[in-house]
T-cell receptor, first 113, second 110 residues
Framework: NAGVTQTPKFRILKIGQSMTLQCTQDMNHNYMYWYRQDPGMGLKLIYYSVGAGITDKGEVPNGYNVSRSTTEDFPLRLELAAPSQTSVYFC????????????FGSGTQLSVL | RKEVEQDPGPFNVPEGATVAFNCTYS??????FFWYRQDCRKEPKLLMS???SGNEDGRFTAQLNRASQYISLLIRDSKLSDSATYLC???????????FGKGTKLSVIP
C-alpha cells in the first residue's frame, strides 16, 4: 500500500526556473493538501483540494499553483522560483477535513539558488 | 492570527523518565486537536488525537483544557525511540486549515 507518493525527493532550482512537484495518493481520499516547512517553523498550508476539480488557497499561496484533475493526483507548480521558496514541501491527504488523520508524503527538499 | 505555541526544547531526558509537553492555542473555536510526531528529515505522522475527556494510548496520555486553551502530552517510561519532534496541531470550526505548532524536540538519552 503506497499511501501518498511525492516526487522528486530533492531538487535544486535556479532563480526564475519553474518546476512541478508531483503528488499521488492511492487511498481514494477526497481531501489533499500541500504544506511547506521552513527550518524551525511549523507547517504552513499552501493550497488544498476538497475533490477533483476543486482547489483553494491556504495560508501561503503566493508563487504557487495547483490543479486537481483526478482524485489521485495533486501537483504543485512553482513558477519563477525565488530563494524564499527554499523549503521542504509535504503533500498530504485525508478522508475527511481536519478531524481525521492526515497521511503525508515523504517530502521534497527544494533549494532555490 | 490563530497560533499554536509550543516550547521548542530540546527536552533531554534519560531513558525511563516521564516527560510532559504543553501547547497553547489562540483559536477558541478550535474543534479538533492532535499530536503528531516528526522524526528528523521525515514526514509528520499522527501520534494521537486529543479528546475533551483526555485519552491514553499505551505510554502516551493527552489532555485538553478548553478553559485555558492548552493541550498536553505526557510520555511515561521514555524510550530511545521516542526521540523526535512533537507537533501540536489544531483546527478551527468550519475550516480546512490545520494549524501546526513549531514543535517540541525530545531527546531520550541512554
Amino acid at each position: 500500500n503506497a499511501g501518498v507518493t511525492q516526487t522528486p525527493k530533492f531538487r535544486i532550482l535556479k532563480i526564475g526556473q519553474s518546476m512541478t512537484l508531483q503528488c499521488t495518493q492511492d487511498m481514494n481520499h477526497n481531501y489533499m493538501y500541500w504544506y511547506r516547512q521552513d527550518p524551525g517553523m511549523g507547517l504552513k498550508l499552501i493550497y488544498y483540494s476538497v475533490g477533483a476539480g476543486i482547489t483553494d488557497k491556504g495560508e501561503v499561496p503566493n508563487g504557487y499553483n495547483v490543479s486537481r484533475s483526478t482524485t489521485e493526483d495533486f501537483p504543485l507548480r512553482l513558477e519563477l522560483a525565488a530563494p524564499s521558496q527554499t523549503s521542504v514541501y509535504f503533500c498530504a491527504s485525508s478522508q475527511h477535513p481536519t478531524n481525521e488523520k492526515l497521511f503525508f508524503g515523504s517530502g521534497t527538499q527544494l533549494s532555490v539558488l | 492570527r490563530k497560533e499554536v505555541e509550543q516550547d521548542p526544547g530540546p527536552f533531554n531526558v534519560p531513558e525511563g523518565a516521564t516527560v510532559a509537553f504543553n501547547c497553547t492555542y489562540s483559536n477558541s473555536a478550535s474543534q479538533s486537536f492532535f499530536w503528531y510526531r516528526q522524526d528528523c528529515r521525515k514526514e509528520p505522522k499522527l501520534l494521537m488525537s486529543v479528546y475533551s475527556s483526555g485519552n491514553e494510548d499505551g505510554r502516551f496520555t493527552a489532555q485538553l483544557n478548553r478553559a485555558s486553551q492548552y493541550i498536553s502530552l505526557l510520555i511515561r517510561d521514555s524510550k530511545l525511540s521516542d526521540s523526535a519532534t512533537y507537533l501540536c496541531v489544531n483546527s478551527g470550526a468550519g475550516s480546512y486549515q490545520l494549524t501546526f505548532g513549531k514543535g517540541t524536540k525530545l531527546s531520550v538519552i541512554p
